[in-house]
Nanobody
Framework: QVQLVESGGGLVQAGGSLRLSCAAS????????MGWFRQAPGKEREFVAGISRTSGTTYYADSVKGRFTIYRDNAKNTVYLQMNSLKPEDTAVYYCAAPSMIYTIATPGIPYNYWGQGTQVTVSS
């Protein structure tokens, strides 16, 4: 059974940085694309970033381009989201996600079937 466990959330001032981690288990991690999503209070969950299984391609929401970086360590079965220059509007619960099928891309359009429990990120102004 696929399990995704996020960590690294917290409270940070605007302009600060956080790094989120997502440890995966239950299947061959390196065979699958991975993604990060977020959901702010009263809003729908939205795609933040995705990374292909070989790290060859990354995808970002326009709102985080140039500030966030997604990367993975297949030897550690872990995907990361480095978040810099954080803004109050980045406040949300952040979720790690993975598709059940093998894709060569990691765009928001592929079906993400497995989800972590989420980690809260709060950015104060």
């Amino acid at each position: 059974q696929v399990q995704l466990v996020e960590s690294g959330g917290g409270l940070v001032q605007a302009g600060g940085s956080l790094r989120l981690s997502c440890a995966a288990s239950g299947r061959t991690f390196s065979s699958y694309a991975m993604g990060w999503f977020r959901q702010a209070p009263g809003k729908e969950r939205e795609f933040v970033a995705g990374i292909s299984r070989t790290s060859g391609t990354t995808y970002y929401a326009d709102s985080v381009k140039g500030r966030f970086t997604i990367y993975r360590d297949n030897a550690k079965n872990t995907v990361y989201l480095q978040m810099n220059s954080l803004k109050p509007e980045d406040t949300a619960v952040y979720y790690c996600a993975a598709p059940s099928m093998i894709y060569t891309i990691a765009t928001p359009g592929i079906p993400y079937n497995y989800w972590g429990q989420g980690t809260q990120v709060t950015v104060s102004s």
